[in-house]
């Protein structure tokens, strides 16, 4: 439903077109919630939610979005310096669900203290009803969008934009919404004049209503479209949002999601919430050395997938704020088509500690393996170098075409851990959260970042003690493939693991080897840690290859490149 025909992009810099560079600042709070199946009330959120407010008009983010259930229409006038002020951004927030008979009452009130409101519902039915239909329901649950009167060309009077889900939650979830919630019936769509961009927002379970969701993915492919997500969900990578997302990028457009969920509420049975978070479509991947370890340290996980072309970055700590920076590239007088890399990132995040959120620049996050946290220390590793380092000893990088550039060809979608052509997945490879405690369809049933950790320790020890081959634990981007060094001499190695000693494994493992030769200038020499049977272990490189302990004289003379052989 589009909004308000007077409605005007230069109060909110979101619509912006003259810079490609956009920020959003997400809140994922936790909380406790009571009457969840019976009418959901959040308490004690009314302090936080100022100081979300207050956040993200600090942070000069263009638009601030707050999950379903955490902000309340009655803390409307309370906020009204901070929601409508000349610098604040383009707020979009979930609401605590009000009772059938007090959200006309409501509405009304908030009208008499001088905001103009109104709903998706009285411009999508027949009758003009402002609210939805009551009968024999409990609750309704609004998202408000409020709106400056400095973005309205006809009226003084600030606007309170209100919409009320659409859809129950499934009843796996809870059984109280099906029977209790009154159902909205539109969204509202953000077309303001001045820019091309647009934006549509709808709540956590508005997904499971088919009409509206093939709706939502029209409006995300046609248009330069920002969609907008507010979610109370325990499962936010369930199939049906990953799908949902692949399909909705599948367009040329520069179609950005933007998903704001609650970390965790009480009481509740999963640990799965989270994941707020930004998706981006892209030409082009984001190289991983572009804001990758500010955004692990700010308690953010990234990945890539491949067959819809977008990125993303979420959250997956508890009880923040955070900034995420992203790209839109717009062409002037043209078709506006994807950003060529989105460079997406975490950029500030505020964690909720004795009664406030404070700015940090490292944020707490859940206990990791002991095996993880010794393979850092042994590898002197940051996130990034942590990242390339397992990848070249899992042989978990693509190699692209032509010379091999790192600061370029490292990217998100070349590397495994990031990187998926279907559903999504998340690097960093060793750390832990909710969708890496398991092996599943989210996890693209990738090994646990404990099994991860052990395995590296176990080779490492094997070539180190075997062959005086150790890790480099100086290793930056720029040495990439070599990322490893005989104790005591120059001699670099491009050192990595085959857990399968099967003929097809290893030629593979021989070409993908032979591949990096052809791609840098640069001199090193193979070696496999080959896992047999048992306890056997063997050392192999490339077949026609010379002694590893012996200077290399001609490294492109490979006799036999899709061939391993034992190393002397």
């Known amino acids: 439903m589009k909004a308000l025909e007077d409605f005007i992009a230069a109060p909110y810099s979101i619509f912006d077109e003259d810079t490609s560079q956009k920020s959003a600042t997400i809140w994922q709070p936790d909380g406790e919630v009571e009457d969840v199946e019976t009418f959901p009330n959040p308490l004690e959120m009314e302090s936080k939610a100022e100081a979300f407010l207050q956040t993200a008009i600090d942070s000069g983010s263009g638009i601030a979005t707050a999950p379903e259930w955490s902000y309340d229409l009655n803390w409307v006038t309370d906020h009204e310096q901070l929601l409508f002020s000349t610098d604040s ?15 006309g009452p409501l509405l009304d009130q908030l009208e008499g203290a001088g905001y103009d409101c109104i709903t998706a519902d009285e411009r999508a039915t027949a009758d003009a009803r402002r609210v939805p239909d009551p009968t024999a329901k409990s609750f309704v649950t609004p998202t408000i969008i409020p709106i400056k009167s400095a973005a309205r060309k006809h009226t003084q009077r600030d606007t309170l934009l209100i919409q009320f889900k659409n859809k129950y939650m499934s009843a ?11 159902l909205g019936e539109g969204i509202w769509q953000l077309d303001p004049h001045g820019t091309r961009t647009k934006i549509a927002v709808w709540t956590c379970s508005d997904i499971l209503d088919k009409s509206l969701r093939e709706s939502v993915q029209e409006f995300g492919k046609k248009e330069d479209a920002i969609v907008v997500h507010v979610q109370c969900n325990p499962e936010p990578l369930h199939d049906r949002w990953s799908r949902f997302r692949t399909e909705l990028f599948d367009t040329r457009s520069p179609t950005t999601y933007i998903n704001a969920n609650w970390s965790n509420i009480s009481p509740s049975g999963s640990d799965e919430f989270g994941y707020s978070g930004v998706f981006a479509k892209a030409d ?110 899992f042989e978990d990088i693509v190699i692209p075409p032509g010379t091999f550039n790192p600061h370029e060809d490292l990217t998100w979608a070349a590397i495994g851990s990031f990187s998926t052509e279907s559903g999504e997945t998340f690097a960093p490879r060793l750390r832990y959260h909710a969708h890496r405690r398991m092996e599943n369809s989210t996890s693209q049933q990738r090994p646990l970042p404990d099994d991860i950790a052990r395995r590296s320790h176990f080779h490492l020890n094997h070539a180190e003690s075997d062959r005086d081959i150790e890790i480099n634990d100086q290793f930056g981007i720029e040495d990439t493939p070599v990322n490893a060094t005989y104790q005591g001499r120059d001699v670099p190695i491009q050192l990595s693991v085959l857990e399968d000693d099967k003929q ?48 290399l004289k001609d490294p492109n003379r490979i006799d036999n490149p899709t061939r391993l052989e034992e190393l002397e």
């Open 284 to 393: 082009r991947y984001t190289n991983i050395g572009d804001g990758f370890e500010d955004t692990c340290r700010l308690g953010g996980v990234a990945g890539s997938n491949t067959g819809g072309h977008y990125e993303y970055v979420c959250s997956v700590v508890d009880d923040v704020i955070s900034e995420y920076q992203f790209h839109r590239v717009y062409q002037p007088g043209g078709v506006t088509e994807a950003p060529t890399v989105p460079d997406m990132r975490i950029t500030n995040v505020w964690e909720y500690s004795g009664g406030e959120y404070k700015n940090t620049d490292r944020v707490t996050l859940p206990d990791q393996p002991d095996n993880c946290t010794e393979f850092r220390k042994r590898t002197k590793s940051n996130a990034v170098t942590e990242e390339i380092l397992t990848a070249l000893l």
């Open 172 to 182: 796996w979830a809870t059984t109280s919404e099906q029977r209790r919630l009154a």
């Open 89 to 103: 951004p383009l707020f979009i927030l979930g609401c605590a669900p009000v009772a059938v008979e007090n959200i």
């Open 504 to 551: 097809s494994k290893e030629q593979r493992r021989a070409e993908w080897l032979y591949d990096w030769y052809d791609a840098i200038d640069r001199r090193f020499k193979p070696v496999v840690v080959v896992d047999g049977l048992g306890d056997e272990y063997r050392m192999k490189t490339l077949a026609g290859y010379e002694d590893a302990t012996a200077p």
